[in-house]
């Protein structure tokens, strides 16, 4: 990657030195320009884009938040489903802006949230297929909604997995290069509305 890209987002572990986003220059085209080249270059090393593969929801969403600690995995899991249906009821929305809340405060989805949404003591934060589906989350849920937040999230989070992208599974790849593609999709479209 060019060292003089006004995109510098993508660099490095994210896991461990996470970007702050804070007080970012601007930088007008370019800088989509060089968003555009990062992402490129992430792409041409990723197989063929694939599909999410449905949510595997064993219980409802209501039935997860009456636990005392939060599965994520689960909790993904049961928020996909009622994407894929359209179903974004006020409790599935809350819960979609808790994930939101706690992404762009810590830049890490972990394995387990307590109920007041901290992560839960011991839980993991390096599980990279919840980071995918994370963002698959996100996409579907900016796709529903327009609400930009969401499109904010998803591009935080595919900075995250393109810094990671040695890491990932094939089949994580591949998830990753349809995401990208959506990603390229949304923020043209609101380039031209602009």
């Known amino acids: 990657m060019n060292e003089d890209s006004t995109y510098t987002y993508a660099r490095g572990?994210?896991?461990?030195?996470?970007?702050?986003?804070?007080y970012t220059?601007?930088?007008?085209?370019?800088?989509?320009?060089d968003w555009r080249k990062v992402r490129a270059s992430v792409y041409q090393q990723l197989p063929s884009p694939e599909q999410a593969p449905k949510p595997q929801a064993s219980r409802n969403l209501e039935l997860v938040l009456e636990d005392d600690t939060y599965d994520t995995a689960e909790l993904l899991e049961?928020?996909?489903?009622?994407?894929?249906?359209?179903?974004?009821d006020e409790r599935t929305g809350a819960v979609i802006d808790r994930l939101v809340g706690r992404f762009e405060v810590s830049k890490r989805v972990h394995t387990r949230y307590l109920t007041h949404w901290r992560a839960a003591p011991g839980a993991a934060y390096d599980d990279l297929a919840l980071y995918v589906r994370y963002a698959e989350v996100m996409e579907l849920a900016y796709s529903v909604t327009n609400r930009i937040d969401y499109l904010n999230v998803l591009l935080k989070v595919l900075d995250t997995l393109t810094s990671q992208?040695?890491?990932l599974t094939?089949?994580?790849?591949?998830?990753l290069a349809r995401l990208l593609n959506r990603e390229g999709v949304h923020v043209d479209q609101l380039l031209s509305e602009a």
Do not use: K, P
């Open 170 to 175: 094939l089949q994580e790849s591949g998830r």
């Open 25 to 33: 220059s601007y930088h007008g085209d370019a800088f989509f320009s």
């Open 78 to 88: 049961s928020i996909m489903f009622q994407l894929i249906q359209y179903e974004i």
């Open 13 to 22: 572990n994210l896991l461990e030195e996470r970007n702050t986003y804070t």
């Open 165 to 167: 992208v040695s890491s």
